[in-house]
């Protein structure tokens, strides 16, 4: 007899890293609910999805309350605006979609017992004064900054996500997702990749932020959905860093990006955003030890389907 399939909700499901875990989950035999109200995602993103009978979209803002009939057995939170410009441009959707919208899911895992898991961030750890960062490190963070709006949205859920699982015994996982990148990013995303690989590919110059000495370390979206799926089947209850410890500075990015696209750019340098990180890159022993994950893909080679697949699609 053939078990019945599980069913898994996915806020933000038409965005970046939510359109990948809908369609692994598929993959793997779920059948997926996707809540998205696509003020950052895009239905290109699922378009594949549309006609598969184990797939459903809603349109929906998982900020205000949903009632959902299916039984369920996991609830994936995902939904956030997660680039510079796109919280900056909509800094009180990013507020409450942190907070409301993760009491929402929170409740809707409480009604049908199914696990939950948090899409946080390393921004939670703000500009840090330790490096690498650990997971036990608290952060240092500016809570009135232009970028709170996005740092302490995330705080605050980790918080109400902890909670739920001490008073209502939910079983939570909570993924710190340090930057990804892959195919289906925007162009105007406002992060670095995708800005250095649109500007490369029409040979214009790339805009490095301050004197680009301040790294970052770039994990393939392949990697970060393994990484994912293998948090929300584990028996881990404590945040875990989800990354590639592979570090490097901007302008080494940028200068990679040019050589990997062929480009003619040359690059300019603009003043840094206020409170700017300058060093990213996660501790993954945690994740190494008990998830046994780690990243696979090189950065060339992610590079190298990251910048194919823009040129194919430039939106």
Same mark, same amino acid.
């Given at each position: 007899m053939v078990s019945k399939r599980k069913i898994v909700l996915i806020t933000g499901g038409a965005g970046f890293i939510g359109s990948y875990l809908c369609e692994r989950l598929i993959e793997k035999g779920f059948t997926v609910i996707s809540i998205d109200n696509l003020i950052t995602g895009d239905m290109s993103n699922i378009r594949q999805l549309s006609a598969n009978k184990n797939f459903k979209f809603i349109k929906h803002d998982i900020s205000k309350p949903i009632k959902i009939?299916?039984?369920? @057995?996991?609830?994936?939170? $995902? +939904?956030?605006?997660?680039?510079?410009?796109?919280?900056? =441009?909509?800094? #009180?959707? /990013?507020?409450?979609?942190?907070?409301?919208?993760?009491?929402?899911?929170?409740?809707?895992?409480?009604?049908?017992?199914?696990?939950?898991?948090?899409?946080?961030?390393?921004?939670?750890?703000?500009?840090?004064?330790?490096?690498?960062?650990?997971?036990?490190?608290?952060?240092?963070?500016?809570?009135?900054?232009?970028?709170?709006?996005? @740092?302490?949205?995330?705080? $605050? +859920?980790?918080?109400?996500?902890?909670?739920?699982?001490? =008073?209502?015994? #939910?079983? /939570?996982?909570?993924?710190?997702?340090?930057?990804?990148?892959?195919?289906?990013?925007?162009?105007?995303?406002?992060?670095?990749?995708?800005?250095?690989?649109?500007?490369?590919?029409?040979?214009?110059?790339?805009?490095?932020?301050?004197?680009?000495?301040?790294?970052?370390?770039?994990?393939?979206?392949?990697?970060?959905?393994?990484?994912?799926?293998?948090?929300?089947?584990?028996?881990?209850?404590?945040?875990?860093?989800?990354?590639?410890?592979?570090?490097m500075s901007i302008i080494q990015l940028a200068k990679l990006i040019i050589r990997s696209a062929n480009s003619k750019s040359k690059i300019i340098f603009k003043s840094l955003p206020n409170d700017d990180p300058k060093r990213r890159r996660p501790d993954i022993t945690k994740a190494k030890k008990l998830l046994s994950w780690q990243p696979q893909v090189s950065l060339d080679a992610g590079l190298r389907e990251t910048i194919s697949w823009f040129r194919h699609n430039d939106r």
């Open positions: 009939g299916d039984k369920l @057995d996991y609830v994936l939170h $995902f +939904a956030s605006p997660a680039s510079p410009v796109d919280y900056l =441009k909509y800094p #009180i959707q /990013t507020l409450k979609v942190g907070s409301l919208g993760t009491h929402n899911s929170l409740g809707i895992a409480k009604i049908k017992n199914a696990r939950f898991l948090l899409a946080s961030t390393s921004e939670i750890y703000g500009d840090p004064l330790i490096h690498p960062q650990l997971e036990s490190y608290w952060g240092n963070v500016n809570p009135i900054g232009p970028r709170s709006v996005y @740092d302490e949205a995330k705080r $605050f +859920a980790e918080a109400v996500t902890m909670a739920y699982h001490r =008073k209502h015994k #939910i079983d /939570t996982k909570i993924a710190r997702i340090f930057n990804t990148f892959g195919p289906r990013m925007r162009k105007n995303d406002g992060r670095a990749i995708p800005n250095f690989i649109f500007q490369a590919l029409r040979n214009k110059p790339l805009t490095v932020y301050g004197s680009g000495a301040q790294t970052r370390s770039f994990c393939y979206i392949d990697d970060l959905i393994n990484g994912i799926i293998k948090l929300m089947d584990s028996n881990i209850n404590e945040p875990i860093n989800l990354g590639n410890p592979n570090e």
